[in-house]
């Protein structure tokens, strides 16, 4: 009869060498958006951070069926862009707020209700996983993040040993992990790149020169040759 691969022994042994990975060893870091924001510095606001989530990643299918068993094919990666929720202890001062006011001011307008533009009022957003001894041991990055809603903060004369906590939605585009290399994508790539010199010959094949596509161009004696 065959017996287990594993066993309770390997189990604790690996598990004491390795150890396992503690909820409540984290830490965020928030960039600081592009816009200007008169009050509070991300940094502070980071370090009052009490609760966070490491995100999702989920592989969108559909079946697919050539010949046998109907199965299913990926075609897409969704990366839980619609949120993120942490959660903030807030000063007494409410810097906290007042910092997650303003920010989310500059993204529509209380009084005109003009929205701003993306590259203004995004910014990027680290959690990390942390060891015993304060080492990172995982970090990923939430990109072009921006706060979407605040919960209400109640108000009770009862509750005298309570402290306001404060509950941001941040929306993203995607996350990364950050060990992993960054791929190009075409925002990255420069634009003589997108748009590379190529060589054009004049009617006469008396001169070779390069110029960007998409302009008129003329030979030597002034003759129209051609838009590339």
Not at 197 to 223: C, F, K, M, W
Request: net charge neutral; hydrophobic share 35%.
């Amino acid at each position: 009869m065959a017996k287990a691969n594993f066993s309770v022994k390997d189990f604790r042994s690996t598990i004491f060498t390795d150890s396992l990975a503690r909820t409540n060893r984290f830490e965020i870091f928030i960039s600081k958006p592009p816009m200007a924001l008169s009050t509070g510095r991300p940094w502070n606001v980071s370090l009052y951070c009490e609760q966070a989530s490491l995100p999702p990643i989920n592989i969108a299918s559909k079946s697919f069926k050539i010949f046998g068993p109907t199965y299913q094919r990926p075609f897409t990666a969704e990366y839980g862009g619609e949120g993120i929720s942490v959660m903030f202890h807030v000063d007494r001062d409410m810097k906290v707020k007042t910092f997650f006011d303003e920010w989310m001011y500059k993204i529509v307008d209380p009084d005109t209700g003009t929205v701003g533009y993306q590259e203004d009022y995004t910014t990027s957003i680290n959690i990390r996983q942390l060891d015993e001894q304060e080492n990172v041991t995982y970090e990923i990055e939430l990109t072009e993040a921006y706060p979407r809603s605040m919960n209400l903060m109640e108000l009770n004369n009862a509750a005298t040993n309570q402290t306001h906590r404060l509950n941001v939605l941040f929306g993203y585009r995607y996350w990364r992990n950050i060990a992993r290399p960054r791929q190009i994508t075409p925002v990255d790539i420069p634009r003589s790149i997108l748009r590379p010199q190529i060589p054009v010959v004049d009617v006469r094949n008396t001169n070779v020169s390069t110029a960007i596509p998409g302009t008129d161009h003329y030979d030597e004696l002034g003759n129209y040759i051609g838009r590339y």
